[in-house]
């Protein structure tokens, strides 16, 4: 058994020091690029701003902006596919110490320095950078931006922040590596909001993985009434068949590449007329009541979508390895397919099914320009399903199809 509150100790009175080994030689030049800010002293920039902090007041990268087009920020990429940041302990360690420091070879990079690269990268250049291993640190940069709100502040709308709570660390890190299924929540008991801060849980590795998730599920709806567990319920059929309590989220299980971007601990429960918010219970046989309201049902949910993709439909439709844009379209035709009775669009399905593509999506920036691109891809997908029904065929062009794959529209929804 590990004394959980001894090791919050140790981690916030130590400084992390974390190798990771040598890297490539013209990687360590521009690398020290980056963290020294030579090609374009984006510190400078944000220490200008932070004289005066105020929400959201950082300007957006211009599009073509040159100081982006330097292999020294795909290196931030290559940086964070280090196996370190695939660590789920590491998120613990790195966010309760003093201080941190990033070691790659001999170049030494502070844990703070990185971070505001991360926010500044993430926030303002999105349009720009390639933000595929994103994911990976989700952790870790949600922890440091709400730790350090003076600086992230000024790249964030005041209405779109939030703590996280210790449920979206524990979901973030269904990416992240941990030898043993149940440190998914050991893991992580320190983080998150004040929400789960009474939660009474001693690590007890003498039970098996299925009852530290149960016993994690009950001790959180009883001590915080929060529903937003049922968030992050995912059951495939082996898990489904394993746990007796299907209303309790297996979090050693989930897609790979799955992350929520959208934190459910940012909204406020619903409420009746009179302000009642219902509170859960559970029974003696462990069954969990509650009281909500159906407001719409999903009549379509697509596979995920990968790099091996082939098509459902029975159009001849050749799918390029990769094609975003084929594979959308494919999605598209299904759910043509469905021709529901209870239809609320009418004529505006394609317009429907882009803006449902689009909910959700990471997006920071100008919304003018994101809805422009996405009409881009509904006149294309509105005349390609026309020649499809004209004569059974889809007239793909080489180019068209590398200028949509290519579009940042598709990269951010996607």
């Given at each position: 058994m590990i004394d959980q509150a001894l090791y919050h100790s140790i981690y916030s009175a130590r400084n992390d020091s974390v190798t990771e080994g040598i890297p490539e030689d013209h990687l360590v030049s521009t690398?020290?690029?980056?963290?020294n800010g030579s090609d374009f002293d984006y510190r400078t920039a944000v220490e200008q701003y932070l004289s005066t902090p105020r929400w959201n007041i950082f300007p957006f990268v211009e599009e073509e902006a040159a100081h982006l087009r330097g292999p020294e920020w795909h290196l931030m990429n290559t940086f964070a596919q280090k196996e370190w940041f695939d660590r789920g302990w590491v998120v613990r360690e790195a966010s309760l110490a003093q201080k941190a420091v990033v070691l790659w070879g001999d170049t030494e990079l502070s844990w703070d320095t990185m971070h505001r690269i991360s926010l500044w990268t993430g926030r303002r250049a999105l349009k720009d950078l390639?933000?595929?291993?994103?994911?990976?640190?989700?952790?870790?940069?949600?922890?440091?931006?709400?730790?350090?709100?003076?600086?992230?502040?000024?790249?964030?709308?005041?209405?779109?922040?939030?703590?996280?709570?210790?449920?979206?660390?524990?979901?973030?890190?269904?990416?992240?590596?941990?030898?043993?299924?149940?440190?998914r929540i050991y893991a992580f008991l320190d983080l998150g909001s004040k929400l789960a801060h009474g939660l009474n849980i001693v690590p007890n590795y003498t039970d098996t993985p299925s009852k530290v998730f149960q016993d994690f599920a009950i001790n959180?709806?009883?001590?915080?009434?929060?529903?937003?567990?049922?968030?992050?319920?995912?059951?495939?059929?082996?898990?489904?068949?394993?746990?007796?309590?299907t209303w309790v989220p297996r979090w050693d299980s989930g897609p790979e590449n799955m992350v929520h971007f959208v934190s459910p601990s940012a909204y406020q429960p619903l409420?009746?007329?009179?302000?009642?918010?219902?509170?859960?219970?559970?029974?003696?046989?462990?069954?969990?009541?509650?009281?909500?309201?159906?407001?719409?049902?999903?009549?379509?949910?697509?596979?995920?979508?990968?790099g091996s993709y082939s098509?459902?439909?029975?159009?001849?439709?050749?799918?390029?390895?990769?094609?975003?844009?084929?594979?959308?379209?494919?999605?598209?035709?299904?759910?043509?397919?469905?021709?529901?009775?209870?239809?609320?669009?009418?004529?505006?399905?394609?317009?429907?099914?882009?803006?449902?593509?689009?909910?959700?999506?990471?997006?920071?920036?100008?919304?003018?320009?994101?809805?422009?691109?996405?009409?881009?891809?509904?006149?294309?997908?509105?005349?390609?399903?026309?020649?499809?029904?004209?004569?059974?065929?889809?007239?793909?062009?080489?180019?068209?199809?590398?200028?949509?794959?290519?579009?940042?529209?598709?990269?951010?929804?996607?």
């Open positions: 690398f020290e690029s980056v963290s390639d933000m595929t291993q994103a994911v990976r640190i989700r952790c870790h940069f949600e922890a440091y931006r709400t730790q350090n709100q003076n600086f992230s502040s000024v790249f964030f709308q005041e209405v779109d922040w939030f703590e996280p709570s210790l449920l979206d660390y524990m979901g973030f890190a269904r990416t992240l590596r941990l030898k043993d299924p149940r440190d959180y709806i009883i001590t915080t009434k929060d529903m937003n567990l049922l968030y992050h319920v995912m059951h495939d059929e082996t898990s489904i068949k394993d746990i007796s309590m409420r009746s007329r009179t302000g009642h918010v219902s509170n859960p219970a559970i029974s003696e046989d462990n069954a969990l009541h509650v009281q909500g309201l159906i407001f719409d049902t999903v009549c379509f949910t697509s596979s995920i979508l990968t098509t459902s439909t029975n159009v001849p439709l050749t799918i390029v390895s990769g094609s975003l844009t084929q594979m959308t379209f494919d999605v598209w035709l299904q759910v043509r397919a469905l021709k529901l009775s209870n239809n609320p669009y009418r004529g505006k399905l394609l317009e429907a099914f882009f803006d449902a593509l689009a909910t959700g999506s990471f997006y920071y920036g100008d919304l003018a320009t994101l809805r422009s691109k996405q009409w881009k891809f509904i006149d294309l997908f509105r005349r390609l399903t026309y020649q499809m029904d004209l004569t059974g065929y889809i007239p793909w062009d080489s180019v068209d199809l590398s200028n949509f794959d290519s579009s940042s529209f598709l990269r951010q929804v996607a």
